[in-house]
Each structure stands twice: as C-alpha cells, then as structure tokens.
C-alpha cells in the first residue's frame, strides 16, 4: 500500500473527523440535514469509471462480498424494525433507504471486478453469509422489545460497520474501493449520529461495543458530515 494511504489509515478518528469536517459536496453522496447519506448512483458510477481497474487481492474480493451483505443487513434490519416503530421515529425509514443506496454502491463495485453478487435475488432477510443471517435474526429480536431497543440496534449496527469498514481498509489498495469505503464510513458516522441523537431523545442510553468510548464520543459530539 502506497506511504500516503497507510498514513491516512493510521490517523486516528478525532483526527479524521477535524479533516472532513469543512464545507462543500462530495459528488457521490449526498448528505441531508438529519444525517441521512444516499449514494448517488449514477455520479457514483461515472466517478468509478475514472479509475484504474486494477487487480484485486483476494482480501478485496472477501471484503466486497462480505460488505455488500453487510450493508444489506442494516438495510433489512432497519425496515423490519421501521414496520414496527415508525409511528415514534422517522429516522428507520430514512436510513433504510441510504442503507439500500449504500448496498448499490458496493454492487457497482462487484459488478465492476466481474465478481459474483452474493445477494443476488435473496429476500429481505436472507443471506449468503451464515454469520451475517444469525446476526440479521439477533438485531430484530433485539429491536422488537421497545422503540428504546430498536434505536440501540440502530446504534449498534452503525459502529459495527465502523469498525468493520476500518478493518477492511487496512487491506485495501485499490483506489476506487478506497473511495467507496471512506463514503460508507462517512455514511455510518452520520447515520450513528442520528440513531444516537433519537435514541437520547427517548431518555435511552447507549454504551459501545466495537469502538471504544473515545471514539464514539468524538463521532457523536461532532457535526453531520457534508463533504
């Protein structure tokens, strides 16, 4: 990986929240006033279409599957829990549809490396990945019990995907996965931010389990992210 990229990986978060905290748009995602982060697929496309299709490693084909399916299971989680909770909260329905903009994004990306989908045509709720099905069947088990609940599997599916996107990188050289990963973890921030912001709303509390306090406080206490 080149110098430029590990040391942008190794920044820590406060410090990448500071440097993308200006003004301005990014072209592929765009960012409403409560946080909700939808991919502009055709930008998004065009975009890609700039870059050198260069070789995957096999790291990069795993974590391409395995985020499409990731991104997917908020998607499907949050709508279960949207046709339960939506009369107290609007924030389910909005990011379930971010949520199936981001899921897009990473399909291009497959479709791009000639890589099979691994969602395919599956149904709301199922999926190829055993682990990613029984944390599907947890998070809306978890999510049913209260509105409280539901918005803390909100929170929890966020910083999940955080971390698991921050993991990924690690791995990742290829530039145009590079800038598809950044925007979903931008997309994330916000998006936690806004479950968080709803959830303290309902006098709930939340404490994190894949990021450690720090980090969450810093994602939480800071603006939506723009740009």
């Given at each position: 990986?080149?110098?430029?990229?590990?040391?942008?990986w190794t920044m820590t978060?406060?410090?990448?929240?500071?440097?993308?905290?200006?003004?301005?748009?990014?072209?592929?995602?765009?960012?409403?006033?409560?946080?909700?982060?939808?991919?502009?697929?055709?930008?998004?496309?065009?975009?890609?279409?700039?870059?050198?299709?260069?070789?995957?490693?096999?790291?990069?084909?795993?974590?391409?599957?395995?985020?499409?399916?990731?991104?997917?299971?908020?998607?499907?989680?949050?709508?279960?829990?949207?046709?339960?909770?939506?009369?107290?909260?609007?924030?389910?329905?909005?990011?379930?549809?971010?949520?199936?903009?981001?899921?897009?994004?990473?399909?291009?990306l497959l479709q791009r490396?000639?890589?099979?989908?691994?969602?395919?045509?599956?149904?709301?709720?199922?999926?190829?990945?055993?682990?990613?099905?029984?944390?599907?069947?947890?998070?809306?088990?978890?999510?049913?019990?209260?509105?409280?609940?539901?918005?803390?599997?909100?929170?929890?599916?966020?910083?999940?995907?955080?971390?698991?996107?921050?993991?990924?990188?690690?791995?990742?050289?290829?530039?145009?996965?590079?800038?598809?990963?950044?925007?979903?973890m931008k997309g994330s921030?916000?998006?936690?931010?806004?479950?968080?912001?709803?959830?303290?709303?309902?006098?709930?509390?939340?404490?994190?389990?894949?990021?450690?306090?720090?980090?969450?406080?810093?994602?939480?206490?800071?603006?939506?992210?723009?740009?």
């Amino acid at each position: 990986m080149k110098n430029w990229r590990k040391a942008l990986w190794t920044m820590t978060l406060s410090a990448a929240l500071v440097a993308c905290g200006g003004g301005g748009s990014d072209p592929v995602m765009n960012v409403d006033g409560s946080g909700n982060s939808n991919f502009d697929s055709a930008a998004l496309a065009a975009t890609l279409a700039t870059y050198p299709l260069e070789a995957l490693s096999a790291a990069e084909q795993e974590s391409l599957a395995f985020m499409r399916e990731e991104e997917k299971l908020a998607q499907d989680v949050y709508a279960a829990l949207n046709g339960l909770w939506s009369a107290g909260t609007k924030t389910f329905g909005n990011i379930t549809q971010s949520e199936a903009t981001h899921t897009e994004a990473v399909r291009l990306l497959l479709q791009r490396y000639g890589l099979a989908d691994p969602v395919g045509d599956h149904a709301a709720g199922v999926f190829s990945n055993p682990g990613l099905q029984t944390l599907y069947t947890d998070l809306v088990n978890a999510g049913t019990p209260s509105l409280i609940a539901a918005l803390q599997v909100g929170v929890q599916i966020e910083e999940l995907d955080i971390r698991d996107i921050q993991a990924a990188l690690v791995n990742v050289d290829n530039a145009d996965i590079t800038m598809v990963y950044e925007n979903l973890m931008k997309g994330s921030r916000n998006h936690l931010r806004a479950f968080y912001k709803a959830l303290l709303a309902q006098q709930g509390t939340y404490t994190p389990q894949y990021i450690t306090q720090d980090a969450f406080d810093a994602i939480v206490n800071s603006d939506m992210e723009r740009g």
